[in-house]
């Protein structure tokens, strides 16, 4: 029996295409347009638009006023020809939403930012006229359809217009909740599927079926190639690499189970930012579900599908929006300016000279794109001296593109562009040779004959890579050159540069509006740089490793001559603050310290506003009549929370020590040591016991009675071993404790503990001059590993370690190469129990210098200190 006949009912999708969702504008912006009661959406687009050419008009010259305004009337008469204006006006009404409620938002992104009316409404900020940049790479009249249904309009989703919008990260759930309110039940989170694929399917047959360990299964991923960014099919690796063939054939079973398994779904997962708006109601347009936690719908279908039938609307919590406004309220709020992002943009950077700061950029931390490895990399090439520049360089950080980056340096800083043919070069003047640019391809393509609707159709179809359609498109750009009379050779240029491009060239629309705002974050941090690290390190608590974050922040201050000082129970706020010249360390960023630990400090402070009259065991007291308990008491003290201003020079291992004694006595004898405390000088010893146990009170009895003195040994034993340990090396107990509870230290630094030790102080540098020193420099350092070592295959079959190292100063990447000569990884990296280094051991590095960037190790020793940080590591 089927399932129809058991019951089931048939469930027609009948996919016809996307409807916007209806809406009108509220009354008060129809109102402040001027617009009557009547009117619709095209006249809101076209007044909207009007009120930005007013503005326009007083700045600009007749002829170029012109252009803007043939432009605009071209730009609305497709649209509405599209039917897309209703599309534009949904994009627009969340974007006018956040301009009421001061959410900030960011200044384009995608091919949007080609279209016009998008910078005329308020939707992008970057203007396409002046960065010479396509509406049709936006909307193509010649690709986009539509179809009627019942005096409906239905558009092809899969060829409609994308806006995607990027939104302060603090408040793009404000955002989401209107439209819920907006759209009642037509809005939901959007299905993502994993499938089951290259490195992930072959490791995890491995280390199944093959029973192979996780190294041995990195090691051979690794041999697995990654073309433009993405990662090779294992059927062709097979066919390509020896050595993934190799181990292929000797595990028969492991590949044959991956082939089968590959591109299976491995499991789903919600669409980071993409929600789904829907002219229906959910129920009439796609099945749906909870997410995991229950709270929130999600729709069954993934968003290639619900794309077909309903709006997909990208909404981007992006964190650099979020950074440069907080940045922007500070230094206008302290420095009474009025500063934007556009105004930054359109007139600041040039008279600042922003991109001196470009020419020889070392610290990267909080710049928009610029700090990702790849790249800070090509940025330190290029070294950009305006925003097309700048543009670039986030187009050449791509796989494939970057094969490009000497070629485009010899254009721009030694003026040796290439020459492709006199016909294309100027098109290609401003990315020194290269079509880095799907706009130039457009263009180049337009020069021959074709429209710009034609060229967009074309740089589609060989991105594609549409077998049959490009065969008609090669006789049809043969024809045009031969109708224009262009020269044979211009065919085969033209189309050895289409297909050679379609695998890196970049959207240029994106790439300068992102420019746009990585300018920006270039110009606050180096302009305002307290208060531009200020909001960075608001930001780390959103991060997945805040103290990470930390640290890189903290090391990158010091280089500006700003110090992030050590958190204070009474000077520190909840967050980071402004204090002098410095930043001060915000509570809530301890390790372990909670919200509701938060509340109870917040308690502690209003009762005890100044500590330097207080005796260690009054704040004991004050402490725990707070509700704080002992493990955050510890965590304070080995932070040195207590310290600074508050007259108190002491070990913190042994405050730490005196603290958890007196967590182990009873309120009476908590308050027999606040009384006898003094005689004693404030030590909770062995002396202020005995005394205790010794001496009568007025009733004539021991004050404590002596099993109690057994019994509070018995209860202390451990912490009297970690006591014990740490104090016998208690510079790096600081340093560690320090780096587990902030991600940075503030009193201690490797070299310093670590360079008597070894007898050679003046040789251990660290590694910030590790990276100043020359090229094949031998050098010794100091570092802490930051996370797994990683072994792995280098091109020419010999195995590597890669390692990551920290210090107080910068971080820096060491390579342990094995030769035919000596096995460095078995020799040198490796402990007297055969392990690798693990996360956060403490290494000594003798070296040599590569490239500024990287050590390649001589020899290495682990330090074996033991520190202990949790009672249960005491055994």
Same mark, same amino acid.
């Given at each position: 029996?089927?399932?129809?006949?058991?019951?089931?009912? !048939? *469930?027609?999708?009948?996919?016809?295409?996307?409807?916007?969702?209806?809406?009108?504008?509220? #009354?008060?912006?129809?109102? +402040?347009?001027?617009?009557?009661?009547?009117?619709?959406?095209?006249?809101?687009?076209?007044?909207?638009?009007?009120?930005?050419?007013?503005?326009?008009?007083?700045?600009?010259?007749?002829?170029?006023?012109?252009?803007?305004?043939?432009?605009?009337?071209?730009?609305?008469?497709?649209?509405?020809?599209? =039917?897309?204006?209703?599309?534009?006006?949904?994009?627009?009404?969340?974007?006018?939403?956040?301009?009421?409620?001061?959410?900030?938002?960011?200044?384009?992104?995608?091919?949007?930012?080609?279209?016009?009316?998008?910078?005329?409404?308020?939707?992008?900020?970057?203007?396409?006229?002046?960065?010479?940049?396509?509406?049709?790479?936006?909307?193509?009249?010649?690709?986009?359809?539509?179809?009627? *249904?019942?005096?409906?309009?239905?558009?092809?989703?899969?060829?409609?217009?994308?806006?995607?919008?990027?939104?302060?990260?603090?408040?793009?759930?404000?955002?989401?909740?209107?439209?819920?309110?907006?759209?009642?039940?037509?809005?939901?989170?959007?299905?993502?599927?994993?499938?089951?694929?290259?490195?992930?399917?072959?490791?995890?047959?491995?280390?199944?079926?093959?029973?192979?360990?996780?190294?041995?299964?990195?090691?051979?991923?690794?041999?697995?190639?990654?073309?433009?960014?993405?990662?090779?099919?294992?059927?062709?690796?097979?066919?390509?690499?020896? @050595?993934?063939?190799?181990?292929?054939?000797?595990?028969?079973?492991?590949?044959?189970?991956?082939?089968?398994?590959?591109?299976?779904?491995?499991?789903?997962?919600?669409?980071?930012?993409?929600?789904?708006?829907?002219?229906?109601?959910?129920?009439?347009?796609?099945?749906?579900?909870?997410?995991?936690?229950?709270?929130?719908?999600?729709?069954?279908?993934?968003?290639?599908?619900?794309?077909?039938?309903?709006?997909?609307?990208?909404?981007?919590?992006?964190?650099? @929006?979020? @950074?440069?406004?907080?940045?922007?309220? %500070?230094?206008?709020?302290?420095?009474?300016?009025?500063?934007?992002?556009?105004?930054?943009?359109?007139?600041?950077?040039?008279?600042?000279?922003?991109?001196?700061?470009?020419?020889?950029?070392?610290?990267?931390?909080?710049?928009?794109?610029?700090?990702?490895?790849?790249?800070?990399?090509?940025?330190?090439?290029?070294?950009?001296?305006?925003?097309?520049?700048?543009?670039?360089?986030?187009?050449?950080?791509?796989?494939?593109?970057?094969?490009?980056?000497?070629?485009?340096?010899?254009?721009?800083?030694?003026?040796?562009?290439?020459? /492709?043919?006199?016909?294309?070069?100027?098109?290609?003047?401003?990315?020194?040779?290269?079509?880095?640019?799907?706009?130039?391809?457009?263009?180049?393509?337009?020069?021959?004959?074709?429209?710009?609707?034609?060229?967009?159709?074309?740089?589609?179809?060989?991105?594609?890579?549409?077998?049959?359609?490009?065969?008609?498109? !090669?006789?049809?750009?043969?024809?045009?050159?031969?109708?224009?009379?262009?020269?044979?050779?211009?065919?085969?240029?033209?189309?050895?540069?289409?297909?050679?491009?379609?695998?890196?060239?970049?959207?240029?629309?994106?790439?300068?509006?992102?420019?746009?705002?990585?300018?920006?974050?270039?110009?606050?941090?180096?302009?305002?740089?307290?208060?531009?690290?200020?909001?960075?390190?608001?930001?780390?608590?959103?991060?997945?490793?805040?103290?990470?974050?930390?640290? %890189?922040?903290?090391?990158?201050? #010091?280089?500006?001559?700003? %110090?992030?000082?050590?958190?204070?129970?009474?000077?520190?706020?909840?967050?980071?603050?402004?204090?002098?010249?410095?930043?001060? $360390?915000?509570?809530?960023?301890?390790?372990?310290?909670?919200?509701?630990?938060?509340?109870?400090?917040?308690?502690?402070?209003?009762?005890?506003?100044?500590?330097?009259?207080?005796?260690? $065991?009054?704040?004991?007291?004050?402490?725990?009549?707070?509700?704080?308990?002992?493990?955050?008491?510890?965590?304070?003290?080995?932070?040195?929370?207590?310290?600074?201003?508050?007259?108190?020079?002491?070990?913190?291992?042994?405050?730490? $020590?005196?603290?958890?004694?007196?967590? @182990?006595?009873?309120?009476?004898?908590?308050?027999? /040591?606040? !009384?006898?405390?003094?005689?004693?000088?404030?030590?909770?010893? +062995?002396?202020?016991?005995?005394?205790?146990?010794?001496?009568?009170?007025?009733?004539?009895?021991?004050?404590?009675?002596?099993?109690?003195?057994?019994?509070?040994?018995?209860?202390?034993?451990?912490?009297?071993?970690?006591?014990?340990?740490?104090? =016998?090396?208690?510079?790096?107990?600081?340093? *560690?404790?320090?780096?587990?509870?902030?991600?940075?230290?503030?009193?201690?630094?490797?070299?310093?503990?670590?360079?008597?030790?070894?007898?050679?102080?003046?040789?251990?540098?660290?590694?910030?001059?590790? !990276?100043?020193?020359?090229?094949?420099?031998?050098?010794?350092?100091?570092?802490?590993?930051?996370?797994?070592?990683?072994?792995?295959?280098?091109?020419?079959?010999?195995?590597?370690?890669?390692?990551?190292?920290?210090?107080? +100063?910068?971080?820096?990447?060491?390579?342990?190469?094995?030769?035919?000569?000596?096995?460095?990884?078995?020799?040198?990296?490796?402990?007297?129990?055969?392990?690798?280094?693990?996360?956060?051991?403490?290494?000594?590095?003798?070296?040599?210098?590569?490239?500024?960037?990287?050590?390649?190790?001589?020899?290495? =020793?682990?330090?074996?200190?033991?520190?202990?940080?949790?009672?249960?590591?005491?055994?």
């Amino acid at each position: 029996m089927s399932l129809l006949e058991g019951g089931f009912e !048939k *469930y027609d999708l009948d996919i016809r295409g996307v409807r916007i969702p209806k809406f009108s504008i509220e #009354e008060d912006d129809r109102i +402040k347009l001027g617009l009557p009661e009547d009117c619709n959406n095209v006249d809101v687009i076209k007044k909207l638009c009007q009120e930005k050419l007013k503005a326009l008009r007083a700045s600009l010259p007749k002829e170029e006023f012109d252009k803007y305004i043939e432009r605009v009337k071209y730009e609305v008469e497709i649209l509405d020809e599209l =039917s897309y204006i209703d599309y534009i006006l949904l994009v627009w009404y969340v974007i006018n939403f956040c301009i009421k409620n001061n959410i900030p938002t960011g200044m384009g992104r995608g091919s949007a930012a080609g279209s016009l009316v998008l910078y005329l409404v308020g939707i992008t900020q970057i203007d396409p006229i002046k960065h010479e940049l396509f509406f049709e790479r936006f909307v193509s009249k010649a690709r986009a359809r539509k179809q009627e *249904y019942n005096g409906e309009v239905f558009l092809d989703g899969s060829l409609m217009a994308d806006v995607d919008l990027d939104i302060c990260f603090y408040d793009r759930q404000k955002v989401l909740k209107h439209l819920e309110e907006k759209f009642v039940n037509k809005t939901s989170k959007i299905l993502t599927l994993n499938t089951l694929q290259g490195k992930a399917v072959i490791k995890d047959c491995g280390k199944v079926v093959g029973g192979h360990p996780e190294d041995v299964m990195n090691v051979v991923t690794s041999t697995i190639p990654t073309k433009y960014g993405a990662v090779k099919d294992i059927f062709e690796s097979y066919e390509e690499v020896e @050595v993934f063939r190799n181990f292929c054939d000797e595990n028969l079973d492991v590949f044959k189970i991956a082939c089968n398994l590959r591109t299976l779904i491995r499991n789903k997962s919600i669409h980071a930012s993409a929600i789904l708006l829907s002219y229906d109601t959910l129920e009439k347009t796609c099945p749906v579900e909870l997410d995991s936690k229950g709270g929130s719908v999600v729709s069954s279908y993934d968003a290639n599908w619900v794309s077909m039938f309903t709006v997909k609307l990208d909404v981007l919590g992006l964190r650099g @929006v979020s @950074v440069v406004d907080q940045t922007i309220k %500070k230094v206008n709020e302290t420095h009474s300016l009025d500063l934007t992002p556009k105004k930054i943009v359109d007139e600041l950077i040039s008279e600042d000279n922003t991109w001196k700061y470009l020419q020889d950029l070392k610290m990267r931390h909080g710049l928009f794109h610029i700090e990702a490895d790849t790249a800070f990399n090509v940025c330190k090439k290029v070294r950009p001296s305006n925003i097309e520049q700048l543009s670039a360089v986030l187009a050449l950080a791509r796989p494939g593109a970057i094969d490009y980056t000497e070629e485009y340096c010899d254009a721009v800083n030694n003026d040796q562009q290439k020459s /492709v043919h006199e016909l294309f070069d100027n098109i290609l003047e401003t990315s020194g040779g290269v079509c880095l640019y799907q706009e130039q391809m457009m263009k180049m393509s337009n020069q021959i004959g074709f429209t710009l609707d034609e060229a967009e159709i074309l740089r589609r179809i060989v991105g594609k890579k549409k077998v049959n359609e490009v065969k008609k498109w !090669k006789k049809k750009i043969s024809k045009k050159i031969k109708e224009n009379n262009l020269g044979e050779n211009v065919g085969e240029i033209l189309w050895k540069i289409l297909e050679d491009s379609a695998n890196y060239s970049f959207n240029k629309s994106h790439s300068i509006s992102y420019a746009a705002l990585s300018a920006v974050t270039v110009y606050l941090k180096f302009n305002y740089t307290k208060e531009f690290y200020l909001s960075l390190l608001e930001m780390t608590k959103h991060e997945q490793n805040p103290l990470e974050e930390i640290s %890189k922040i903290q090391r990158e201050l #010091e280089f500006f001559g700003l %110090k992030l000082l050590r958190p204070n129970i009474t000077k520190s706020q909840n967050g980071f603050s402004i204090e002098g010249d410095a930043i001060r $360390y915000g509570l809530e960023s301890i390790r372990g310290v909670s919200e509701t630990t938060l509340e109870k400090l917040k308690t502690f402070k209003t009762d005890n506003p100044d500590l330097s009259g207080m005796n260690r $065991y009054q704040i004991f007291m004050a402490m725990k009549e707070a509700g704080i308990n002992i493990g955050v008491l510890s965590g304070l003290i080995q932070a040195g929370a207590f310290e600074e201003g508050s007259g108190r020079d002491e070990s913190r291992t042994k405050m730490v $020590y005196q603290a958890q004694i007196w967590n @182990v006595l009873t309120d009476k004898e908590k308050r027999l /040591v606040l !009384k006898y405390g003094k005689k004693f000088d404030n030590q909770l010893g +062995k002396k202020m016991l005995d005394y205790l146990t010794t001496t009568n009170g007025e009733n004539g009895k021991p004050l404590m009675k002596p099993s109690r003195l057994e019994t509070i040994k018995k209860k202390s034993v451990k912490y009297k071993t970690i006591f014990e340990t740490n104090i =016998s090396n208690e510079k790096l107990a600081n340093w *560690y404790y320090e780096n587990h509870l902030l991600g940075y230290t503030s009193s201690e630094k490797l070299t310093d503990i670590f360079g008597p030790r070894v007898g050679r102080r003046a040789d251990l540098m660290n590694i910030r001059n590790v !990276k100043a020193a020359n090229e094949n420099d031998n050098v010794t350092f100091v570092g802490c590993v930051m996370e797994k070592p990683a072994k792995r295959k280098s091109r020419n079959g010999n195995d590597y370690l890669m390692m990551h190292l920290c210090d107080e +100063k910068d971080e820096i990447k060491v390579f342990a190469f094995n030769t035919k000569r000596e096995n460095k990884i078995e020799k040198y990296c490796k402990d007297k129990k055969g392990h690798f280094p693990k996360e956060g051991d403490i290494i000594i590095v003798d070296g040599q210098t590569k490239d500024g960037e990287v050590v390649f190790v001589e020899r290495l =020793s682990k330090q074996e200190d033991v520190i202990y940080k949790k009672l249960s590591e005491v055994k």
